[in-house]
């Protein structure tokens, strides 16, 4: 395949466009919200004994639905404790809508918000140019390893960051969802582009090697895809770049393999027909990696 093919994420605009389409067409943010408030508690809890104040970095946090989410829940479970949070987001206008989140929501006057507007490895050359020692408590990058160049150095560093009994979370699609298999012949199409795909089954790999306790839960989402499938419908084409990272993938792509790859898109093992909705299976994976 042309190493010509742009990743969506080259072009910010539409990016945001094909971001904020899929938050209304999944329902990926409900079930990471149920596993905030009903899982992540219990997951914590030897982490946040006997502390007063917490140290939490959020890479790649995006418009901070998710760590606001988080926020909120420690409020309710720990109405004493304080946070300083550290937003680590390139994008401007993702740091902008996030802060409007943060006006816009009552109860937050417990958190200092510190603001980065970079990407994860700028933050981390930046940590080590001013030789910082602070610690975390907990550290989450919720669908954000596919935009490093190196993931396994990436959760190194950020796992050196932890406390002791520190926690790293990390969202990915799984690979074995629908998406996950259909990345992974779009990894071998495109073997020579500056398109990159990763799952949880090449991070859980990295761990295994670093030697890493960690645990995995599953985080079920489901798209609904039907306007993929009309020939010129712009959303469905948003959501096809956003689930194929390709700017203007059937634009840009022969048309042997557009046909290719939206015929297994469809296929069972990626998607259901319910009720005349195409529902495609973008299944993550939430691994939770210890400081021990």
């Not at 946070?83 to 958190?111: A, C, M, R, S, W």
Request: with cysteine; hydrophobic share 35%.
């Amino acid at each position: 395949m042309t190493s010509s093919l742009r990743s969506l994420i080259g072009d910010s605009n539409r990016y945001l466009k094909a971001l904020s389409l899929f938050k209304e067409r999944t329902t990926c943010y409900q079930n990471t919200y149920d596993f905030i408030d009903n899982q992540l508690p219990d997951i914590m809890a030897s982490n946040l004994k006997g502390k007063s104040h917490l140290n939490i970095i959020g890479v790649g946090s995006g418009s901070g639905e998710i760590d606001i989410r988080i926020l909120s829940m420690l409020r309710l479970k720990y109405p004493l404790m304080s946070v300083d949070n550290e937003v680590v987001e390139p994008n401007p206008q993702q740091i902008h809508d996030y802060k409007d989140l943060v006006f816009e929501t009552p109860g937050l006057d417990f958190t200092n918000f510190t603001w980065n507007e970079m990407t994860a490895e700028d933050f981390e050359d930046q940590w080590k140019e001013k030789n910082l020692t602070k610690k975390a408590d907990l550290i989450h990058m919720f669908q954000v390893l596919y935009f490093v160049n190196d993931p396994g150095a990436t959760i190194s560093f950020f796992h050196s960051l932890l406390n002791e009994n520190g926690k790293l979370l990390i969202v990915l699609l799984s690979g074995s969802s629908g998406a996950g298999k259909m990345v992974g012949i779009l990894s071998k199409k495109f073997s020579d582009t500056e398109i990159k795909y990763l799952t949880s089954t090449e991070v859980r790999r990295v761990l295994d090697t670093k030697g890493l306790k960690y645990q995995s839960y599953p985080l079920s989402s489901l798209m609904d895809a039907t306007e993929c499938f009309i020939e010129g419908n712009e959303e469905g084409e948003l959501l096809f770049d956003f689930t194929t990272e390709v700017h203007q993938f059937k634009k840009s792509v022969p048309p042997k393999l557009k046909a290719e790859i939206m015929e297994f898109y469809r296929n069972q093992c990626c998607s259901v027909d319910e009720n005349g909705k195409i529902l495609f299976n973008l299944d993550s994976e939430i691994i939770v990696v210890d400081q021990m």
